[in-house]
């Protein structure tokens, strides 16, 4: 069986394909419906739909974002493929930044703060010089190559610091 990945934005793409390339998932491109996470929210996306449909099996679907409150939308023509059972969430609430933070030992000083996440981590995280913007290049600088294991790191701790709703799973649920 194969799994489709959904990204709720484009820094969760970039965190899904770093652990995917640095072989620290429980699956391998080898496992993905088009070798790759996909930056979407839904099923209609045409890219998707005609990947879904090639392969033509039931595949397991993991969405990996911070908050996840909109249901996946089952398309008619792919009800054979997509079973409501084998969808799955994987939550970083209340944002991705957290992850940074974590990662920062700023966690006490974060929650002192009125902030959000993206707010606290724009204002206090920097690395070579560069303020922390929401870029993709940004986390792939900071997570890359041999700091891989940070990420990996503040996924676990991330795990033990934070309760979420029965039905939304961890990425460290993901980590080999």
């Known amino acids: 069986m194969k799994y489709l990945v959904m990204c ?26 088009g070798r790759r996470p996909y930056n979407v929210r839904q099923l209609k996306n045409p890219v998707i739909k005609t990947e879904l449909k090639h392969y033509n099996n039931s595949v397991i679907i993991y969405r990996v974002g911070d908050t996840q409150k909109d249901v996946l939308v089952i398309p008619k023509d792919l009800k054979n493929i997509v079973l409501r059972k ?19 030992n700023l966690i006490n000083e974060f929650n002192k703060s009125k902030e959000s996440p993206k707010e606290f981590a724009k204002r206090n995280i920097i690395y070579n010089g560069m303020r922390y913007d929401q870029s993709n290049s940004f986390l792939e600088s900071y997570y890359g ?27 460290a649920d993901l980590l080999k």
């Open 8 to 33: 709720e934005g484009s820094n969760e793409e970039t965190l899904i394909n770093l652990l995917l390339d640095n072989d620290k998932l429980k699956i391998s491109r080898d496992d993905l419906i």
């Open 86 to 104: 084998n969808i799955f969430k994987f939550c970083t609430k209340p944002e991705m930044e957290i992850l940074l933070i974590i990662n920062e």
């Open 145 to 171: 190559g041999k700091k891989i294991n940070k990420l990996v790191d503040s996924i676990k701790k991330y795990k033990h610091m934070k309760k979420h709703d029965k039905e939304e799973l961890y990425l």
